[in-house]
């Protein structure tokens, strides 16, 4: 997987993307199982993504 010096919401997001198109870009649905950290939650990818791809990422 990928490692960051921070946890912010952005690396967050970032890897969320990363997840979706490079590792799993054909599944209709990805399960993830996180921590409890503030930083993932949906608010997230629309603060770092467009609408239109936050919503797809979600």
């Known amino acids: 997987m990928k490692v960051t010096q921070n946890r ?3 690396d967050w997001a970032l890897l969320v993307r990363y997840i979706c198109d ?5 599944a209709e649905t990805i399960t993830l199982v996180m921590d ?7 608010a997230a990818l629309y603060e770092t993504f467009k609408p239109a791809e936050a919503q797809r990422l979600r």
């Open 8 to 10: 912010t919401k952005k």
């Open 22 to 26: 490079k590792l799993y870009p054909k």
């Open 36 to 42: 409890n950290l503030t930083s993932y939650s949906a």
